[in-house]
């Protein structure tokens, strides 16, 4: 199936019967059998009636870019998709799940500049939205070495509150009770290890971001609550490289 064949999937809807998932098989199907523009009308249906947690956004758009290596249309539409986020975001008509999106984006077009750039904007004219986004922008942010509107969004106590609540929840709950006695307690220390892990890096950003403002008795005294904390040697390392304004690898 050639590209001109595209005009007969605009406004595609999938069958009554079928379920989201089954529209995204599908639209694998397409792709290996070179149906592209099939595949494209798919993954703009599932665009516009699915709302995706990250991890199943990511799932999605990698897929939809493995059509875009094949099928160049399908990576202009998912630019067009980028920038109608954009301009709805600086338009004030839409929220922080547009900004997921756009950053998410972004991130497989390898395109980050972008998200920095936009969040620079909304600091300026809605910082309202800007706070609720920050999260999405921080590492894009540190890349354009934007130390100084980082630091305008940054709380690390409350951060550290947060990352505390959660873990207590966590060992509260029962611990994989699927799975035999002997494997739960293995199970709950993975997750925990993984859980803290992803923490000590976030603190670790935060206090290489104090210290880039200037603010290293801050950083200082939260990096003394983190290693009170807790005591582990990754966490020691990383906060001993923050403190000399290094951030994590990946930053």
């Given at each position: 199936?050639?590209?001109?064949?595209?005009?007969?999937?605009?406004?595609?809807?999938?069958?009554?019967?079928?379920?989201?998932?089954?529209v995204?098989?599908?639209?694998?199907?397409?792709?290996?059998?070179?149906?592209?523009?099939?595949?494209?009308?798919?993954?703009?249906?599932?665009?516009?009636?699915?709302?995706?947690?990250?991890?199943?956004?990511?799932?999605?758009?990698?897929?939809?870019?493995?059509?875009?290596?094949?099928?160049?249309?399908?990576?202009?539409?998912?630019?067009?998709?980028?920038?109608?986020?954009?301009?709805?975001?600086?338009?004030?008509?839409?929220?922080?799940?547009?900004?997921?999106?756009?950053?998410?984006?972004?991130?497989k077009?390898?395109?980050?500049?972008?998200?920095?750039?936009?969040?620079?904007?909304?600091?300026?004219?809605?910082?309202e939205?800007?706070?609720?986004?920050?999260?999405?922008?921080?590492?894009?942010?540190i890349?354009?070495?934007?130390?100084?509107?980082?630091?305008?969004?940054?709380?690390?106590?409350?951060?550290?509150?947060?990352?505390?609540?959660?873990?207590?929840?966590?060992?509260?709950?029962?611990?994989?009770?699927?799975?035999?006695?002997?494997?739960?307690?293995?199970?709950?220390?993975?997750?925990?290890?993984?859980?803290?892990?992803?923490?000590?890096?976030?603190?670790?950003?935060?206090?290489?971001?104090?210290?880039?403002?200037?603010?290293?008795?801050?950083?200082?005294?939260?990096?003394?609550?983190?290693?009170y904390?807790?005591?582990?040697?990754?966490?020691?390392?990383?906060?001993?490289?923050?403190?000399?304004?290094?951030?994590?690898?990946g930053?």
């Amino acid at each position: 199936m050639n590209d001109a064949s595209a005009d007969e999937f605009e406004n595609w809807q999938p069958p009554d019967d079928w379920s989201s998932r089954e529209v995204l098989r599908e639209a694998q199907a397409d792709r290996r059998a070179g149906r592209y523009a099939a595949a494209l009308a798919k993954h703009v249906w599932y665009h516009q009636n699915e709302t995706l947690p990250k991890i199943r956004r990511e799932s999605v758009l990698r897929k939809w870019m493995e059509l875009g290596a094949e099928y160049p249309p399908a990576l202009q539409k998912l630019k067009e998709f980028r920038d109608l986020a954009k301009a709805k975001l600086v338009c004030g008509e839409s929220d922080i799940h547009e900004f997921a999106e756009f950053t998410q984006i972004n991130q497989k077009l390898e395109e980050v500049q972008q998200t920095a750039s936009l969040f620079l904007t909304l600091d300026e004219e809605n910082p309202e939205l800007a706070f609720k986004c920050y999260p999405y922008a921080e590492s894009p942010l540190i890349r354009a070495g934007e130390y100084q509107v980082c630091g305008k969004y940054i709380d690390p106590d409350h951060t550290l509150e947060v990352h505390l609540s959660a873990l207590k929840f966590l060992h509260q709950r029962p611990s994989h009770t699927n799975l035999p006695q002997h494997l739960r307690q293995h199970s709950r220390f993975w997750y925990d290890s993984d859980f803290n892990l992803s923490f000590y890096q976030h603190a670790a950003v935060l206090i290489a971001l104090l210290i880039h403002n200037d603010r290293t008795a801050e950083a200082r005294a939260f990096a003394g609550r983190v290693r009170y904390e807790f005591n582990d040697q990754v966490l020691n390392e990383l906060v001993a490289e923050a403190l000399q304004g290094e951030f994590p690898p990946g930053y």
